[in-house]
């Protein structure tokens, strides 16, 4: 599976950013699928995640309530939703495809909040 991921920029704080990873070579749709980000110094940490189907989802306490993943299996896309952002939130954000020992990363996008 490759996965390509687009939608980051500069946005001021309090504002919203649409992140979208476009799969392609796979069955994607059998793969569980996540946003992770790492930020300057820091390890990368885990943000938000969907399983295959699309029935469940987990987040990060940090972005819980002001960021929405979701996926489209048909369009083999992976979307974060990001609202009321903070300048903590400045980071490279990564989508990530996992399915048993298999485990995608898409390359970052580049996501800047300034204060």
């Known amino acids: 599976v490759q996965l390509q991921a687009s939608g980051g920029g500069l946005v001021q704080s309090g504002g919203s950013l649409r992140l979208s990873c476009a799969a392609s070579?796979?069955?994607?749709?059998?793969?569980?699928v996540g946003w992770f980000r790492q930020a300057p110094g820091k390890e990368r940490e885990f943000l938000a995640g969907?399983?295959?189907?699309?029935?469940?989802?987990n987040y990060a306490d940090s972005v819980k309530g002001r960021f929405t993943i979701s996926r489209d299996s048909v369009k083999n896309t992976l979307v974060l939703q990001m609202n009321n952002l903070r300048p903590e939130d400045t980071a490279v954000y990564y989508c990530?495809?996992?399915?048993?020992?298999?485990?995608?990363w898409g390359q970052g996008t580049q996501v800047t909040v300034s204060s």
């Open positions: 969907i399983n295959w189907i699309g029935s469940s989802t």
């Open positions: 070579g796979g069955t994607f749709r059998l793969y569980a």
């Open positions: 990530n495809a996992q399915r048993g020992n298999l485990n995608y």
